[in-house]
């Protein structure tokens, strides 16, 4: 079983839309949380942190549930633009450094 | 400020050629790594550097030399290319002040024949 588990999708959404995507983890020792997103043939770039509060930029809000162990993304309020993968990202301690590890990405497609 | 630099771009090898992927990070960040992304399996960590003089392996690094004689240089070797080495590498690098946030390379694309 993978560290990190993301649902691939596509999910195909009309602009306007909300969207929510889940990943889960499986070292329960897991520090840090992130949100990356990389457009097609490009490099991953943050997107933001995860913080155990619950933390909202713009559109985009993301949650942390230590308990169940999974973390979320909400896109309000689609556009075009936010078509692209979006990875999930898990900081866990290993010989006195955090290592992330990421999930497969989950495609978004957003259309007219 | 360039950030991460990798070269080159793009590369076809033959199989049982050997190349080195550069990576130079100028943001001073003691943490470097290097990752693979292939269809389907997201990205992979293949070798990681907390410090100069300091290397570790990732989950995928079997076919993969590394070393890290200075802190902004962190160089991945292919000492015999195979064909399942053909895919997009990143080099990423962290500090370890504050948010602990990877700074990704533009991409290495290798194919391997």
């Known amino acids: 079983r993978k560290e990190v588990e993301q649902d691939p999708g596509p999910f195909n959404v009309p602009e306007g839309a909300t969207v929510a995507f889940n990943c889960t983890y499986s070292n329960s020792a897991s520090q840090s949380f992130f949100w990356y997103r990389q457009d097609c043939r490009k490099e991953p770039k943050l997107l933001m942190s995860?913080?155990?509060s619950g933390n909202e930029d713009g559109r985009f809000t993301a949650q942390l549930n230590r308990a169940s162990q999974y973390i979320s993304l909400l896109i309000r309020d689609s556009k075009l633009s936010d078509s692209a993968t979006y990875l999930c990202v898990v900081n866990s301690a290993s010989g006195g450094s955090y290592i992330p590890t990421f999930g497969r990405g989950t495609s978004l497609i957003v259309h007219p | 400020n360039a950030g991460v630099t990798q070269t080159p771009k793009f590369q076809v090898l033959k199989t049982g050629q050997s190349m080195t992927l550069q990576c130079a990070q100028d943001m001073n960040h003691e943490y470097m790594s290097w990752y693979r992304q292939d269809p389907g399996m997201g990205l992979r960590l293949i070798h990681y550097s907390v410090g100069a003089g300091i290397t570790d392996q990732g989950e995928v690094p079997n076919g993969y030399n590394v070393s890290r004689s200075t802190t902004e240089d962190f160089p991945l070797r292919l000492l015999s290319a195979a064909p399942s080495q053909t895919s997009v590498y990143f080099c990423?690098?962290?500090?370890?002040?504050?948010?602990?946030?990877?700074?990704f390379g533009a991409g290495s694309r290798l194919t391997v024949l």
């Open positions: 995860v913080y155990s």
């Open positions: 990423a690098s962290r500090d370890y002040s504050g948010a602990n946030v990877l700074t």
